[in-house]
T-cell receptor, first 113, second 112 residues
Framework: SAVISQKPSRDICQRGTSLTIQCQVD?????MFWYRQQPGQSLTLIAT?????????ESGFVIDKFPISRPNLTFSTLTVSNMSPEDSSIYLC??????????FGQGTRLTVV | ELKVEQNPLFLSMQEGKNYTIYCNYS?????LYWYRQDPGKSLESLFV?????AVKQEGRLMASLDTKARLSTLHITAAVHDLSATYFC????????????FGTGTSLTVIP
C-alpha cells in the first residue's frame, strides 16, 4: 500500500488568488492523479501527472487554471489559479498501479470567498 | 463520453435488511473498483474487480462485475449502522491503471 500526504488539509482563500496543493507519496510511483470533488458530488479526474513530461488534462480542465508539477517520482503539486467561489471543492491526489487499488490522499478542502 | 451511473443515489434502509447498489457504465472496461467515503474523509478501497464474472466478498458486502452487461453490483447483507457512508464505483479506462471515472455515488443510511 501507499501512504499519501497532502498539504494543506484545508484552506480559505480570497478570490483571484492561487493555492498550491502538495502531494507526497512514501514510495516511487509512475503516475499520480488529481481529482476534484465538488460539494455533495462525485469525483472528477482533473489530470494525470507523469514524471518528466507534461500533465495530461481531462476535458474541461486546462493547464492555465490547474498547473501541475511532477518533479520526481514521489511528489506532485496542483495549483488552483485565479480562484473563484466555483473552485470551492475538495482536491485529492491519488496513486495506484495496474490492476491494483488506487490510494487517495486525505484531500484538501478549499473554500474560496 | 464515458458515463458511470449508480442507483440509487440515496438509500435508507433498516438494520438487518439486504439491498443492492448498481453501477452501470457506458463503454468497455474490465476493471472496476468500489470505494467508501465517510463524511469529511477520503476514500477507502473496498473491492477491486478485474475480470468478467469477478465476485468478491468482505464482511457484509459483496461486489460483482459483469463486463458484458457493463454492470457491477454491491450487495449489502444484513445491514448495520456502521455501513452508513457514501459508496462510489469507479471504472478504469486505461491500460496504465487507476485513471478513474467515478460513479455518481450512493449515499447509504442504515437506520437502527
Amino acid at each position: 500500500s501507499a501512504v499519501i500526504s497532502q498539504k494543506p488539509s484545508r484552506d480559505i482563500c480570497q478570490r483571484g488568488t492561487s493555492l498550491t496543493i502538495q502531494c507526497q507519496v512514501d514510495s516511487q510511483v509512475t503516475m499520480m492523479f488529481w481529482y476534484r470533488q465538488q460539494p455533495g458530488q462525485s469525483l472528477t479526474l482533473i489530470a494525470t501527472a507523469n514524471q518528466g513530461s507534461e500533465a495530461t488534462y481531462e476535458s474541461g480542465f486546462v493547464i492555465d487554471k490547474f498547473p501541475i508539477s511532477r518533479p520526481n517520482l514521489t511528489f506532485s503539486t496542483l495549483t488552483v489559479s485565479n480562484m473563484s467561489p466555483e473552485d470551492s471543492s475538495i482536491y485529492l491526489c491519488s496513486v495506484g498501479g495496474m490492476n491494483t487499488e488506487a490510494f487517495f490522499g486525505q484531500g484538501t478542502r478549499l473554500t474560496v470567498v | 463520453e464515458l458515463k458511470v451511473e449508480q442507483n440509487p443515489l440515496f438509500l435508507s434502509m433498516q438494520e438487518g435488511k439486504n439491498y443492492t447498489i448498481y453501477c452501470n457504465y457506458s463503454t468497455t472496461s474490465d476493471r472496476l473498483y468500489w470505494y467508501r467515503q465517510d463524511p469529511g474523509k477520503s476514500l477507502e478501497s473496498l473491492f477491486v474487480l478485474l475480470s468478467n464474472g469477478a465476485v468478491k466478498q468482505e464482511g457484509r458486502l459483496m461486489a460483482s462485475l459483469d463486463t458484458k452487461a457493463r454492470l457491477s453490483t454491491l450487495h449489502i447483507t444484513a445491514a448495520v449502522h456502521d455501513l452508513s457512508a457514501t459508496y462510489f464505483c469507479a471504472v478504469d479506462m486505461t491500460n496504465t491503471g487507476n485513471q478513474f471515472y467515478f460513479g455518481t455515488g450512493t449515499s447509504l443510511t442504515v437506520i437502527p
